[in-house]
C-alpha cells in the first residue's frame, strides 16, 4: 500500500450515459456550470464543469438537445472530458471551441442545425503539430477568436497555471485556428507598470483586433491590442497603458467578488463578480456605465418544484439576486443574456435594458436552467451537494480533559446545577439504555453551504450512505466552517440535554457569528445557546467573513477572523455562555503583520494554534495565548510534493491528527501535504498533487476545510460538490 492512496468519495455526481435528451424534467441539475456560448443555429452550449460534460439546449432552455461528455469515440483523441471550462464560437465556421482544462487541451466541435461532433483537439502533448519547443497547455481556462488587421482569424488561450522552473509567470496562447502554435506572452509592459500573468482566467476579444484578459491573480483586466509586438514573450506597447481597470488586493478567498472573467458583447466589457453578486459593465475605453445588481423574476418565469418550505425560499432568493455570476453571452432578442452561476449550479436567461443614466440596473429574469442540488427527501443513498465546505467528524470514545474556567458565581452556580441534572441523567440514561452518540462513530457532518444545511452520513457503510434528519435545530445560511468540544467528564456545561456529550461550532461567514450545537437523546443535533460574536470591522468581539476555528480542551476558541485580518480568541464558560478574550496577529520583531490573513486554525497536542496564512503561503504558529513562535512554508508551485513540499499557494484549510501530523490542503496546487509537528518546523512525510482526476477517483477542484482521524482526511469540494476520503500512512 502506498503512503497515499484515494480510498473512496460520496456526493452524486452525473456520469457519463446517465442523462436523457429531449424535455427537461423539474428536477434537472447541473453541477457548477461555467463556460456558456451560442452558436450559429441559436443553441445554447453550456460547460457543465462539476459533471465534466458540455450540455447544448434549445435557446428557451427547455430541451436539451446534446450531452457531449466522450468526444472523438474511436479515435486516438477519444477521451472523456475533465472540467470543461470556456466555450468559443468560431465567428464565421460551424465550429465551437472549448478548453478542456483537466486534459490540458482545446477541443473542437463542428456542428449543424440538428447534430454536434467532435472536430479535432490541439494543444495537448499528444496534437503532434507543433513540434518539439511547444510546451503542451496547462490549464487552459479562457477562450476566444480574433480577427487580426491581416484579416486572419487566431485563437488565444490563457492558461491559468502555467510555470517553469524558473519563472512562476502564467501565459497566454495564441494558435492558428486550425490548432497551430503560434507565440505565447506572460508579461505585458505598458507606458506606466509591467503587468505579469498570474491565473489568468476569463478572455475575450472586440471587433478591432484587442483581447481582453482577466489576470485573476492580480485583480486586473488587461486591454492589448493584438498589433502589439510579442518580445521574449513579452507584449510590448509602449507610451500606451493595457490597464483597462484593477480592483485592489483581495479580502479573503471565501468572498466571491473574485474578479475571474471578462466578456465583451456589443462593444461593451461586462465583469461579472468584480463587486459581491454583481456584473459591472464598461465601454472599451475603461469608462463605468451601469453595475446590474438583482433581478425581477416576470410571471413567466419558470418556477423551480419546491419540496419544502426552504425550498420555497431558497427559489425566491435565487430569483431575486445574482449568485456569484461568471460567464454571459447574448442571446438572439435584443438586450437578452444568458448568465452562468456555478455556485447555484444555474443558468440564467435575462433582459438587461440599454444604459440610459449611467446608475445601477437591476435585470428582468426570463426563464432558468438547472433546479436546485438538494435531494435530501428522496431519501437516496447519497446526495447532491452544492457549495460542499466543511466536514468535521465526532469521536465517542474521546473524553474531555480540561477545565472551564470559573470567571464568575454564574459559572460556580451553573457547574452545581449541571452536577445535579447530570446525577439524574446518567441513571436515566443507563436503565434507558440511552446512547446520544451510538451512530457518531461512523458518521461525517458536512455543511452544504449552498443548500443552507449539514448533512452527515455513515462513512462505514459500503457504499457510503446518507443519515436524514441528523439535525434537527436551526441551521443559520452563511454556515462555513466546524469544529468540536469535548467537555470534561467532570465539568458538565449548563443547558447541555445530554451532559458530556460534545459540542460543535460553526461559523458564518456572512453574519460575522458562531454558532453552537449539542447532541440530544436521539443522537440528533441541536441548537445550544445562542450564537455569539457580531458582525463587524475592527473593535473587540467583532468578525468579519469569519472561516474556519478551533477549540482546544480548555473551552478556549479560536477563530479565523480573516475579514479582519486577525485570530479572534474566546472563552467557553460553564454557564454554556461564550466570552470574548483577545485578538491577535502575527508579529516580525514584536511589529503585527498588516497583511496577516488566517483562512483555517488548528491545535496540536502542545495547545499550540497553527494557523493557514493563506495569502502570505504560510503556517503561522502561536503559543495558547497568542505569541508569534515560528513559521514554515513560502509561496511557490508544488510539482512534486516529495521535492516542494514547502511551497504553498493560498493554503486554504489545515488539521491536526491526534498522531502529532499536520495535514494541509495547499489550494493552487491542488495538494494535500501531511507533515509531522515538530518543536519549531514541520517535517514533511507524505502526500499528492490531486488535481488532473475525475472526482470519482479522486480528483479536486476547489478543496475547502478537511478533517482528518484514524489516518484518513476528508476533503470537501466546493465545486465538485463531492467529498474525497483518502488513507496516509505516515510511518
Request: aromatic share 12%; with cysteine; charged share 20%.
Amino acid at each position: 500500500m502506498t503512503k497515499f492512496h484515494h480510498v473512496t468519495h460520496y456526493g452524486e455526481i452525473a456520469m457519463p450515459g446517465s442523462t436523457v435528451q429531449g424535455e427537461l424534467p423539474d428536477d434537472f441539475t447541473m453541477n457548477s456550470p461555467v463556460g456558456i456560448a451560442r452558436d450559429h443555429y441559436d443553441r445554447i452550449w453550456v460547460c457543465d464543469t462539476g459533471n465534466s460534460r458540455v450540455l447544448v439546449f434549445t435557446a428557451d432552455l427547455n430541451t436539451l438537445l446534446h450531452v457531449i461528455d466522450t468526444p472523438g469515440a474511436g479515435s486516438e483523441q477519444a477521451r472523456r472530458l475533465l472540467m470543461p471550462f470556456h466555450l468559443c464560437p468560431h465567428p464565421e465556421q460551424d465550429l465551437m471551441y472549448c478548453t478542456d482544462m483537466g486534459n490540458g487541451r482545446v477541443v473542437v466541435f463542428e456542428y449543424d442545425e440538428h447534430s454536434a461532433d467532435f472536430q479535432f483537439a490541439f494543444g495537448d502533448a499528444a496534437d503532434g503539430i507543433n513540434g518539439k519547443n511547444f510546451i503542451p497547455l496547462s490549464d487552459p481556462n479562457g477562450i476566444t477568436i480574433v480577427r487580426e488587421a491581416s484579416g486572419q482569424h487566431f485563437v488565444y488561450v490563457s492558461d491559468e497555471f502555467f510555470h517553469t522552473k524558473d519563472n512562476d509567470n502564467s501565459r497566454c496562447v495564441k494558435f492558428t485556428t486550425e490548432g497551430k502554435f503560434v507565440l505565447q506572452f506572460r508579461v505585458v509592459d505598458d507606458a506606466n507598470s509591467v503587468h505579469n500573468l498570474l491565473w489568468p482566467q476569463g478572455l475575450a476579444s472586440d471587433t478591432h483586433g484587442n483581447i481582453y484578459l482577466a489576470n485573476t491573480g492580480h485583480y486586473e483586466i488587461l486591454k492589448i491590442d493584438t498589433a502589439w509586438p510579442v518580445k521574449n514573450e513579452r507584449v510590448q506597447c509602449p507610451g500606451e497603458t493595457s490597464l483597462l481597470h484593477s480592483f485592489g488586493d483581495p479580502t479573503g478567498i471565501g468572498k466571491f467578488n473574485v474578479m475571474r472573467s471578462v466578456c465583451v458583447i456589443n462593444e461593451r466589457i461586462f465583469v461579472p463578480g468584480q463587486l459581491e453578486d454583481s456584473i459591472t459593465v464598461y465601454d472599451t475605453n475603461g469608462k463605468l456605465l451601469t453595475v446590474v445588481e438583482g433581478m425581477l423574476p416576470l410571471w413567466s418565469s419558470k418556477p423551480q418544484v419546491a419540496h419544502s418550505m426552504a425550498d420555497m425560499v431558497y427559489g425566491a432568493l435565487q430569483d431575486a439576486i445574482f449568485v456569484g455570476p461568471y460567464q454571459i453571452c447574448e442571446a438572439a432578442e435584443p438586450n437578452v443574456y444568458y448568465v452562468t452561476e456555478p455556485f447555484a449550479s444555474i443558468v440564467l436567461k435575462m433582459r438587461i435594458a440599454p444604459d440610459s443614466d449611467g446608475g445601477d440596473q437591476a435585470a428582468i429574469l426570463l426563464d432558468a436552467v438547472g433546479h436546485r442540488r438538494d435531494n435530501q427527501t428522496i431519501k437516496s443513498a447519497t446526495s447532491q451537494f452544492n457549495c460542499m465546505t466543511s466536514v468535521i467528524g465526532v469521536d465517542p470514545a474521546r473524553a474531555g480533559t480540561g477545565k472551564l474556567p470559573q470567571l464568575n458565581w454564574i459559572d460556580s452556580w451553573a457547574t452545581a446545577t449541571a452536577n445535579v441534572y447530570k446525577y439524574w441523567y446518567d441513571q436515566v440514561a443507563k436503565h434507558a439504555k440511552v446512547d446520544p452518540l451510538a451512530s457518531a462513530s461512523t458518521s461525517s457532518f458536512n455543511i452544504d453551504s449552498g443548500n443552507w444545511c449539514m448533512k452527515t452520513f455513515n462513512t462505514a457503510a459500503d457504499p457510503i450512505a446518507q443519515l436524514h434528519d441528523m439535525m434537527r435545530g436551526f441551521f443559520m445560511p452563511g454556515g462555513l466552517a466546524m469544529a468540536v468540544y469535548y467537555p470534561s467528564e467532570a465539568q458538565p456545561l449548563l443547558g447541555q440535554i445530554c451532559p458530556g456529550t460534545p459540542l460543535v461550532f460553526i461559523t458564518n461567514f456572512n453574519a460575522g457569528t458562531v454558532s453552537m450545537f449539542q447532541f440530544g437523546p436521539g443522537g440528533h443535533l441541536l441548537n445550544y445557546g445562542l450564537p455569539f460574536g457580531r458582525d463587524g470591522i475592527g473593535g473587540d468581539g467583532t468578525l468579519h467573513a469569519p472561516q474556519g476555528l478551533e477549540v482546544n480542551s480548555h473551552g478556549e476558541i479560536y477563530i479565523a477572523d480573516s475579514g479582519n485580518n486577525r485570530i479572534s480568541m474566546w472563552q467557553l464558560q460553564p454557564s454554556g455562555m461564550v466570552s470574548f478574550v483577545k485578538n491577535f496577529q502575527w508579529e516580525e520583531k514584536g511589529v503585527p503583520l498588516t497583511k496577516f490573513a488566517p483562512s483555517d486554525v488548528t491545535i496540536d497536542a502542545q495547545d499550540r494554534v497553527l494557523v493557514c496564512d493563506q495569502f502570505n503561503d504560510c503556517i503561522r504558529v502561536f503559543d495558547r495565548q497568542g505569541k508569534s513562535l515560528w513559521h514554515y512554508g513560502k509561496s511557490g508551485y508544488c510539482d512534486d510534493p516529495d521535492k516542494d513540499f514547502d511551497k504553498f499557494y493560498l493554503p486554504a484549510s489545515l488539521c491536526a491528527d491526534r498522531e502529532g501530523h499536520l495535514i494541509v490542503n495547499d489550494l493552487v496546487n491542488r495538494a494535500l501535504k501531511i507533515f509531522r509537528i515538530g518543536e519549531d518546523t514541520l517535517e514533511y512525510v507524505t502526500g499528492d498533487v490531486v488535481f488532473k482526476k475525475h472526482p470519482e477517483a479522486g480528483g479536486v477542484w476547489m478543496p475547502f476545510f478537511i478533517y482528518a482521524r484514524d489516518r484518513r482526511v476528508y476533503v470537501p469540494d466546493t465545486t465538485y460538490n463531492v467529498v474525497n476520503i483518502y488513507a496516509y500512512q505516515p510511518e
